[in-house]
T-cell receptor, first 113, second 113 residues
């Protein structure tokens, strides 16, 4: 019940495309859902986060869509660029698990020029 | 956002030895965490470093193997004891600011021969 399932494992898109990464969770006590971006040799960087009281949040080219009834959320990257090539992790936490972040398995994104 | 530094950034160690990793934050934070990221894998929480008390370890991690210190609100250390090649990983320090936002350090890349 503590798992967060992320798909796909890897993704290749052309520049300008809209990659979509999906995550699903089981624990209804989760109430905070961040996305992290990690470049090789670096630590994960917080990209964008959402709480379940909204269905969508947009920051620049990054959008989170949230479906509370389905217990799913996804990251969309608009007008993707080669510089977006990185590994993306979704995560979830809630007051029920002392706020610890549970991470998805990660998605390696390659944006071709 | 918090600025987090880790030392060393990388190391190559012999099996049976121990390595202490330092994490320094530029502001006082209540909660600090240590994660392990095995090659090509997601992040796994090792423990929560509690200031003034013993760390809280996750299932599968024990104090004898990963002793943690948290002497104040800006500093923590993680020791990887009696290392084996299976301990080769990236070790990441993380801090929480505010209610839920969590930031990560750059990581320590450990190779055990």
């Amino acid at each position: 019940q503590q798992q967060v399932k992320q798909s796909p494992q890897s993704l290749i898109v052309q520049k300008g495309g809209i990659p979509i990464i999906n995550c699903a969770y089981e624990n209804t006590a989760f109430d905070y859902f961040p996305w992290y971006q990690q470049f090789p040799g670096k630590g994960p960087a917080l990209l964008i986060a959402i709480r379940p009281d909204v269905s969508e949040k947009k920051e620049g080219r990054f959008t989170i869509s949230f479906n509370k009834s389905a217990k799913q959320f996804s990251l969309h990257i608009m007008d993707s660029q080669p510089g977006d090539s990185a590994t993306y992790f979704c995560a979830a936490s809630g007051s029920g698990n002392t706020g610890k972040l549970i991470f998805g398995q990660g998605t390696t994104l390659q944006v071709k020029p | 956002s918090a600025v987090i530094s880790q030392k060393p950034s990388r190391d190559i160690c012999q099996r049976g030895t121990s390595l202490t990793i330092q994490c320094q934050v530029d502001s006082q934070v209540t909660m600090m965490f240590w994660y392990r990221q095995q090659p090509g894998q997601s992040l796994t929480l090792i423990a929560t470093a509690n200031q003034g008390s013993e760390a809280t370890y996750e299932s599968g991690f024990v104090i004898d193997k990963f002793p943690i210190s948290r002497p104040n609100l800006t500093f923590s250390t993680l020791t990887v004891s009696n290392m084996s090649p299976e301990d080769s990983s990236i070790y990441l320090c993380s801090v929480r600011q505010g209610q839920e936002t969590q930031y990560f350090g750059p990581g320590t890349r450990l190779l055990v021969l």
